[in-house]
């Protein structure tokens, strides 16, 4: 173990640790091999010399009463034989020859340590990328397996996103930068395991934070956001500024802004929608474009019902096409949407029984009264 430092000193390098780290990782591993190599019952310390950078194995010997001495005891008689000053209950500490290990026990020293090494980085990684749970990381794309699960390398660990993790339509090669949502992070039996994903919600939320300063600053909040990946989104948009348009800072001069996260999403399209309370009039703004004429909430259980009243031609605009309109503006509400269309005839009935065409004058006769006045 000559110049052990030196060593200690070049592993702490090369992994990006602290050379205290690896040096309380050797005198761990150490004195496990030296209980196991020479015996489990005695007491072993391990100590850096540092003048002469070199790692040295003690075993420690307690001095008591003559009789009483056993293998990590000594009688006080045989110890002032080795040295005068000592008494009862201090410590002695024997120094024992690495060089008397066999060669079997050094290997798997080294073994040990390489294990501990690696969990140590493990642990560090962990920890790093904790803090980045739910925050958007990019990586270079290393294989794509056949059943379409990617694995992307970020800060030398190899992350997956699985094939429902991954936009419909997407496809990547190996050397493809990537840039998805931290979504899942745990220690198992091969190591740890990092989930990806670019489907969930949180993505566009982190996506439009980098791009848009006003959300960034807090200026306007986000609170909501609806996905059918790849195909479309809404986004309810709030902020406490009058100054500030929401919707407009959001989508930017001639869309640019909100183009750029399209584009990032493989062309899934945007709703911006205005937050506002109460919850009726949120629930008709979300169903956007379509044009409400009232909205009813009904309570069911812990559920909400609401019953949204319109014209039979805004029907169509409010399901919209395979039903997504609806859907995205029940995910964004929390509300279970049910349509309930009327006539025109029937609406002006309800607004004081007068047909739609009752005393208004049309045609020809319209462009008479024209000209008569």
Do not use: W
Request: proline letters at 2%; glycine letters at 8%.
């Amino acid at each position: 173990m000559e110049k052990i430092l030196d060593i200690v000193e070049l592993i702490a390098y090369e992994k990006g640790i602290e050379s205290a780290l690896v040096i309380d990782l050797v005198k761990e591993c150490l004195i496990k091999i030296a209980s196991e190599e020479l015996s489990d019952e005695a007491i072993f310390e391990a100590e850096i010399d540092e003048r002469e950078r070199t790692l040295k194995l003690f075993q420690k010997i307690t001095i008591c009463e003559n009789g009483q001495d056993d293998l990590n005891s000594m009688g006080i008689d045989k110890a002032r034989e080795l040295n005068a000053d000592v008494n009862v209950g201090d410590e002695l500490k024997y120094e024992i020859s690495l060089e008397n290990m066999s060669r079997n026990a050094i290997n798997t020293l080294f073994k040990m340590l390489e294990g501990r090494l690696q969990k140590l980085l493990e642990d560090k990684l962990f920890e790093r990328l904790k803090a980045k749970l739910g925050k958007i990381v990019s990586g270079q794309v290393v294989r794509v397996d056949d059943e379409g699960n990617t694995y992307i390398e970020i800060e030398e660990i190899r992350g997956v996103m699985s094939q429902k993790n991954r936009i419909k339509g997407e496809n990547f090669k190996i050397g493809d930068t990537v840039s998805c949502i931290l979504k899942h992070m745990r220690f198992a039996k091969g190591g740890m395991q990092i989930e990806l994903s670019r489907t969930t919600p949180k993505f566009l939320i982190e996506l439009l934070t980098l791009e848009v300063p006003e959300i960034k600053d807090g200026e306007v909040t986000i609170e909501g956001c609806a996905r059918i990946p790849g195909d479309r989104a809404k986004i309810a948009l709030a902020t406490q500024n009058p100054k500030i348009d929401p919707i407009g800072s959001t989508v930017g001069t001639k869309g640019v802004r909100i183009n750029a996260v399209s584009k990032e999403l493989h062309g899934e399209n945007i709703d911006c929608v205005e937050y506002c309370e109460p919850l009726e009039m949120f629930v008709a703004k979300s169903l956007s474009p379509a044009s409400v004429l009232s909205v009813k909430i009904e309570e069911i259980g812990e559920k909400k019902k609401a019953i949204v009243t319109l014209t039979s031609d805004q029907k169509s605009k409010a399901i919209g096409k395979n039903g997504v309109n609806i859907r995205l503006a029940s995910m964004l509400t929390q509300c279970e949407i049910e349509i309930k269309e009327v006539g025109v005839a029937d609406l002006f009935e309800q607004q004081g029984n007068i047909k739609p065409d009752e005393g208004k004058k049309v045609g020809l006769d319209a462009l008479e009264s024209l000209f008569k006045e």
